[in-house]
């Protein structure tokens, strides 16, 4: 009789837990590509973290003598048409993208997972007026939810988080539901209840632990396109206003303006945005290839 | 058939009415309207010159009055006046449609015919060299802000080949070369992104169906690998990816508004942004409605395909 692989997942999940160290091994080597990603968020995070240390100049500083300057030692990437150096300015926007894109990730993951978990868990009729009410958030393109929100409560970063966290809210719900639904019926669960524990105690602390997997995988998912969205909230001036640097504004209007003069000021932003967030997908793909095996190769 | 239609339709209106409250609501959040706006420039504005001008644009009347006007002009297809313009939006918005329209549908024409391809090729090379280079070059298109990539490839052309794209709207009946350049470029941007995730989902739904017994069968029966692929398999493969093409619709139109501000092109999507930085509500209202109007009925048209295309899905009633 062939082994089916539901078989050997299960025979997997009976060998002793390895060390910390010895599955991150094992994850660099099954998945060189997620790995990769892994080591982009890092560099990311870090760069987020130490931007005073590493940063060679004042990144709100302007130098009219020096502007539109061209990469050099002394300017790693350049100048703008402030003078501002180029290369600190995108250290801080690491900051930040890292700062918008986790917080609305999670901001939006978070209520939208516990809408999910609580309609899902409820069923009945709650549960279809939650869905047709995702649906109305869910039909509006991403980007366009954003710029509403966004533009609706005003220019500031905690206003930028909401507007992107919105549109997370309704995909969070329907992945956590969905999982609900079947976790809802196991017998474990059906063990809690008749125990006598009260609802929300089985909602939180018997269904919501196993719906991590699929949780995280929604996060590292969501996370790089967040920073999508913020960089182009900004580019549009939707976004994070002055003087916070942000990746999406240096390649705003003075970059459309400077560019044929000046093409680091549209390359270093821009290749800065790409590798932050292909970063976060690789790991985000390679997260779900690890805990959500339903969804494999998808 | 016809009762899921109905159904689906009666479901949709449903929606879209939830829509328009949550735009209307959104919209009145806002803090600043058109007439600070307008007049910031002027410097001060008497209270009462202001009234006037709140008075004359209609939004001195209760919020509900106002909302309800909306509805009954988004039933009588009247999609109001611009408060900037002072003009009738319709007015404004019809000469841009046939822009974004031509944009879109160049942007999934490129998307599809370098997504699909891709995917097969990656599913039949599974796991080799070339399966990992393709995954990671359309990885990297859906990593790629698509107005970057606009400023890119402008930048490209301009320092390389010594050649500016028109910057000015290029209109068919004057060049059509031009136009069809002007055109080609944005599209490019645009549908590199949307052509990852098709891409993505080829594969793995081919790699899905080239596991069926059918497939076997057509194998052992001696047919060739191309047959084999692109008339069995790539058939029932292709129903999750039309799923996604109607998904990318949506963000197609994102993709879409960024875009026409990168290659300056005179679309509805850009005068959106114009719009909504303006707190033109009228026009953004309408325009948000009417892309949340498309994006349903697209899904819709989806979903009719399905059963034109597979004679396995058989809608109930």
């Given at each position: 009789?062939?082994?089916?692989?539901?078989?050997?997942?299960?025979g997997?999940?009976?060998?002793?837990?390895?060390?910390?160290?010895?599955?991150?091994?094992?994850f660099?080597?099954k998945?060189?590509l997620?790995?990769?990603?892994?080591?982009?968020?890092?560099v990311?995070v870090?760069?987020?973290?130490?931007?005073?240390?590493?940063?060679?100049?004042?990144?709100?500083a302007?130098?009219?003598?020096y502007?539109?300057g061209?990469p050099?030692?002394?300017?790693?990437?350049?100048?703008?048409?402030?003078?501002?150096?180029?290369?600190s300015?995108?250290?801080h926007?690491?900051?930040?993208?890292?700062?918008?894109?986790?917080?609305?990730?999670?901001?939006g993951?978070?209520?939208?997972?516990?809408?999910?978990?609580?309609?899902?868990?409820?069923?009945g009729?709650?549960?279809?007026?939650?869905?047709?009410?995702?649906d109305?958030?869910?039909?509006?393109?991403?980007?366009?939810?954003?710029m509403?929100?966004?533009?609706?409560?005003?220019?500031a970063?905690q206003?930028?988080?909401?507007?992107?966290?919105?549109?997370?809210?309704?995909?969070?719900?329907?992945?956590?539901?969905?999982?609900?639904?079947?976790?809802r019926?196991?017998?474990?669960v059906?063990?809690?209840r008749?125990?006598?524990?009260?609802?929300?105690?089985?909602?939180?602390?018997?269904?919501?632990?196993?719906?991590?997997?699929?949780?995280?995988?929604?996060?590292?998912?969501?996370?790089?396109?967040?920073?999508?969205?913020?960089?182009?909230?900004?580019?549009?001036?939707?976004?994070?206003?002055?003087p916070?640097?942000?990746?999406?504004?240096?390649?705003?209007?003075?970059a459309?303006?400077?560019?044929?003069?000046?093409?680091?000021?549209?390359?270093?932003?821009?290749?800065?945005?790409?590798?932050?967030?292909?970063g976060?997908?690789?790991?985000?793909?390679?997260?779900?290839?690890?805990?959500?095996p339903?969804?494999?190769?998808? | 058939m016809?009762?899921?239609?109905?159904?689906?339709?009666?479901?949709?209106?449903?929606?879209?009415?939830?829509m328009?409250?949550?735009?209307?609501?959104?919209?009145r959040?806002?803090?600043?309207?058109?007439v600070?706006?307008?007049?910031?420039?002027?410097g001060?504005?008497?209270p009462s010159e202001?009234?006037?001008?709140?008075?004359?644009?209609?939004?001195?009347?209760?919020y509900?009055?106002?909302?309800?006007?909306?509805?009954?002009?988004i039933?009588?297809?009247d999609?109001?006046?611009?408060?900037?313009?002072?003009?009738?939006?319709?007015?404004?918005?019809?000469?841009?449609?046939?822009?974004?329209?031509?944009?879109a549908?160049?942007?999934?024409?490129?998307?599809?015919?370098?997504?699909?391809?891709?995917?097969?090729?990656?599913?039949?090379?599974q796991?080799?060299?070339l399966?990992?280079?393709?995954?990671?070059?359309?990885?990297?298109?859906?990593?790629?802000?698509?107005?970057?990539?606009?400023?890119?490839?402008i930048?490209?052309l301009?320092?390389?080949?010594?050649?500016?794209?028109?910057?000015?709207?290029?209109?068919?009946?004057?060049?059509?070369?031009?136009?069809?350049?002007?055109?080609l470029?944005?599209?490019l941007?645009?549908?590199?992104?949307?052509s990852?995730?098709i891409?993505?989902?080829t594969?793995s739904?081919?790699?899905e169906?080239?596991?069926?017994?059918?497939?076997?069968?057509?194998?052992?029966?001696?047919?060739t690998?191309r047959?084999?692929?692109?008339r069995?398999?790539?058939?029932?493969?292709?129903?999750?990816?039309?799923?996604?093409?109607?998904?990318?619709?949506?963000?197609?139109?994102?993709?879409l508004v960024?875009?026409?501000?990168?290659?300056?092109?005179?679309?509805?999507?850009?005068?959106?942004?114009?719009?909504?930085?303006?707190?033109?509500y009228?026009?953004?209202?309408?325009?948000?409605?009417?892309?949340?109007?498309?994006v349903?009925?697209a899904?819709?048209?989806?979903?009719?395909?399905?059963?034109?295309?597979?004679?396995?899905v058989?809608?109930?009633?």
């Amino acid at each position: 009789m062939a082994v089916r692989p539901a078989e050997l997942a299960v025979g997997a999940e009976l060998r002793p837990r390895a060390g910390a160290w010895t599955a991150l091994g094992r994850f660099f080597r099954k998945k060189p590509l997620g790995a990769a990603g892994g080591v982009l968020v890092l560099v990311m995070v870090l760069t987020a973290l130490f931007a005073d240390f590493i940063q060679t100049h004042d990144p709100i500083a302007t130098d009219a003598a020096y502007t539109l300057g061209p990469p050099s030692a002394e300017h790693l990437f350049g100048t703008d048409h402030l003078g501002r150096d180029i290369y600190s300015r995108i250290v801080h926007g690491a900051r930040v993208s890292l700062i918008v894109g986790l917080a609305s990730t999670l901001l939006g993951s978070v209520l939208g997972g516990i809408i999910g978990l609580l309609s899902g868990y409820v069923g009945g009729k709650t549960d279809l007026i939650a869905q047709r009410v995702l649906d109305i958030l869910q039909g509006l393109p991403l980007l366009v939810l954003a710029m509403v929100v966004s533009a609706a409560l005003g220019p500031a970063i905690q206003n930028v988080i909401i507007a992107i966290s919105v549109p997370i809210i309704p995909r969070a719900a329907r992945v956590i539901r969905s999982s609900v639904l079947s976790i809802r019926e196991m017998q474990y669960v059906e063990a809690a209840r008749a125990l006598g524990v009260r609802h929300l105690r089985i909602a939180f602390r018997h269904i919501l632990p196993n719906t991590m997997g699929p949780f995280i995988v929604l996060c590292t998912a969501q996370l790089g396109s967040a920073i999508l969205v913020e960089a182009t909230l900004s580019f549009l001036s939707l976004g994070v206003p002055e003087p916070y640097p942000s990746w999406g504004r240096m390649l705003s209007v003075s970059a459309t303006e400077y560019a044929q003069k000046a093409p680091h000021l549209v390359l270093f932003p821009g290749i800065a945005i790409s590798l932050a967030v292909f970063g976060s997908n690789l790991l985000g793909d390679a997260l779900r290839d690890v805990l959500d095996p339903r969804l494999r190769g998808a | 058939m016809k009762t899921y239609i109905a159904q689906r339709l009666g479901v949709g209106i449903l929606t879209l009415l939830g829509m328009s409250l949550v735009i209307f609501a959104l919209l009145r959040l806002a803090p600043g309207d058109i007439v600070d706006i307008l007049f910031s420039t002027a410097g001060y504005v008497s209270p009462s010159e202001k009234e006037a001008i709140m008075k004359e644009l209609g939004m001195d009347r209760p919020y509900w009055v106002q909302y309800a006007d909306w509805l009954r002009q988004i039933v009588t297809f009247d999609l109001g006046k611009s408060y900037r313009y002072d003009l009738p939006a319709w007015q404004i918005i019809r000469p841009l449609l046939p822009v974004t329209i031509e944009l879109a549908a160049l942007s999934i024409l490129v998307a599809v015919l370098l997504g699909v391809p891709t995917g097969v090729i990656s599913a039949i090379r599974q796991d080799t060299a070339l399966d990992y280079a393709l995954r990671v070059v359309s990885l990297g298109g859906l990593s790629m802000p698509a107005f970057w990539l606009g400023m890119v490839i402008i930048l490209a052309l301009v320092s390389w080949l010594r050649w500016i794209p028109p910057l000015t709207y290029v209109s068919p009946m004057e060049d059509l070369k031009l136009h069809a350049v002007q055109f080609l470029l944005p599209a490019l941007a645009v549908g590199y992104r949307s052509s990852a995730l098709i891409m993505r989902i080829t594969r793995s739904a081919l790699l899905e169906v080239l596991r069926e017994d059918y497939i076997r069968t057509a194998w052992a029966k001696g047919q060739t690998g191309r047959v084999v692929i692109w008339r069995h398999a790539l058939k029932n493969a292709m129903l999750p990816v039309i799923t996604v093409i109607g998904i990318e619709f949506a963000f197609l139109i994102g993709g879409l508004v960024v875009t026409e501000r990168v290659f300056n092109l005179p679309g509805v999507a850009r005068f959106l942004v114009d719009a909504i930085l303006w707190r033109d509500y009228p026009i953004v209202q309408n325009l948000v409605m009417f892309i949340a109007i498309v994006v349903i009925l697209a899904n819709l048209a989806v979903d009719m395909l399905y059963g034109v295309l597979d004679p396995r899905v058989r809608y109930g009633g």
